[in-house]
């Protein structure tokens, strides 16, 4: 599978809207379906997006030059669900 270099600039853009959207919140905690309605897109690119940027975070070494996972994926890569409330600490930003 080819990817084009155009794909991680959206997913980082959309990474970022979404921390500063739960930072925006005063330190409380949005469901995914909140989270996605504020930053106009669905609830399961949200999450996905989430899962992601989480997973990678906490293994740094993964995904190569693409950022890709193995399939079937990782038992530690969790996908968020549409009423899962995310904060900080769910985003993988603080321990």
């Known amino acids: 599978m080819t990817h084009s270099m155009d794909q991680t600039p959206r997913s980082n853009a959309l990474f970022s809207a979404i921390v500063a959207t739960v930072a ?3 330190g409380g ?3 995914v379906r909140e989270i996605a ?3 106009g897109t669905s609830e399961d690119v ?3 997006c989430i899962a992601l940027h989480r997973y ?3 293994h740094p ?3 190569g030059s693409v950022g890709a996972i193995a399939f079937p ?3 530690d890569f969790k996908v968020p669900c ?3 409330a995310i904060d900080e600490r769910e985003l993988g930003l603080v321990a």
């Open 46 to 48: 949200t999450a996905s």
């Open 56 to 58: 990678f975070r906490n």
């Open 37 to 39: 309605s504020r930053v």
């Open 82 to 84: 549409v009423d899962d």
């Open 73 to 75: 994926a990782p038992a």
């Open 61 to 63: 070494d993964e995904g």
């Open 24 to 26: 925006a919140s005063n």
């Open 29 to 31: 905690r949005l469901t």
